[in-house]
């Protein structure tokens, strides 16, 4: 099996590329949520008079 | 959902969660210098072994996510509490991602030692329909409007789900599979197993940081559809 293996520096580059793509990706989409979503509050908040 | 449930949840606070997001920060920093400077290449498998570094620990994690969907789920058909509702589906959701991960960083690694990006043997493909079972389950979430409903429902879905994990970790011992069958500590170099542990500490840490901010967003949605109802019943408002 070794002899098979291209041990190629691109496929380890490519897979914790991916990795920090979909982490750093989905932290911006969380932070982008929260922003929104107290944005939301405060306007329901102000249309309905509460404190 | 009546006006007098709108004063059930309270908006959450941030408080001390955010110290998670810093140690997955400490700790991914750290795992990263052991798999690349640390930890030599594999005999085999040559620096492609660092793919499993990543590989692996979203596998594990990916468990811990769908264990959380099942308790939660359980805990709302028992108790109803629109926050094990949210917990569970802020569970689910970052679950999806580290499956989707699983799979992506599986089949990256797949390529250049099995010859091929995919094939359809038990494990890869029982972790494909937990993905597509999970992605469902997110579906179901965005389309289903009315709370208690999509919550009951959701509970439902994730219990069925989470059900299927169990069969993902079997299925290398339970069917003759081209994936090879889980390592132990006794069969891995102790450098290796220190940076698959230390891996797998960092990815938890994003797991808990991940699955309460989106919790905390969950639930400040939830607060504000039950004061948008309340103000329409022309209830009082006191969240």
């Known amino acids: 099996m070794p002899e098979m ?6 496929y380890v580059a490519a897979a914790y590329a991916v990795g920090w793509i979909c982490i750093l990706g989905y932290l911006l989409r969380l932070h982008s949520l929260l922003r929104r979503s107290r944005e939301a509050l405060a306007h329901a908040r102000t249309i309905g008079g509460a404190p | 959902m009546t006006a007098a449930a709108a004063f059930t949840l309270e908006v959450p606070k941030s408080g001390r969660w955010p110290i998670f997001g810093w ?10 210098i052991t798999a690349f400077a640390i930890s030599p290449p594999d005999r085999d498998m040559g620096d492609l072994q660092k793919i499993l570094y990543v590989h692996v620990p979203a596998a ?3 468990g811990i996510c769908y264990l959380l969907v099942a308790i939660y ?4 058909l028992w108790k109803r509490d629109d926050r094990d509702d949210l917990i569970a589906a802020s569970a689910a959701e970052v ?6 991960l699983t799979l992506v960083l599986g089949m990256i690694w797949a390529r250049p030692t099995w010859g091929v990006w995919w094939v359809w043997d038990a494990r890869l493909t029982s972790t494909l329909i937990m993905f597509l079972v999970f992605a469902g389950y997110l579906a179901l979430r965005a389309f289903v409007e009315e ?3 999509r919550a ?18 079997m299925s290398v011992r339970w069917w003759r599979t081209i994936h090879q069958v889980q390592s132990t500590p006794s069969t891995l170099d102790p450098t290796y197993t220190f940076s698959l542990r230390l891996n797998a500490v ?4 994003i797991l808990i940081y991940f699955i309460r901010r989106r919790y905390e967003a969950a639930l400040t949605e939830r607060v504000t559809e039950q004061l948008s109802q309340a103000a329409a019943l022309g209830g009082p408002l006191h969240a």
Do not use: E
């Open chain 1, 5 to 10: 293996i291209a041990s190629n520096g691109y």
């Open chain 2, 23 to 32: 140690f997955a920060v400490l700790f991914l920093a750290g795992a990263q």
């Open chain 2, 60 to 62: 594990w994690n990916m």
């Open chain 2, 73 to 76: 789920s359980f805990r709302y």
């Open chain 2, 95 to 100: 679950g999806t991602l580290l499956n989707g």
């Open chain 2, 147 to 149: 709370p208690d409903r």
């Open chain 2, 152 to 169: 009951l429902w959701s509970a439902v879905a994730g219990i069925m789900g989470a059900i299927n994990y169990p069969i993902v970790y």
């Open chain 2, 202 to 205: 960092a990815v938890l840490f």
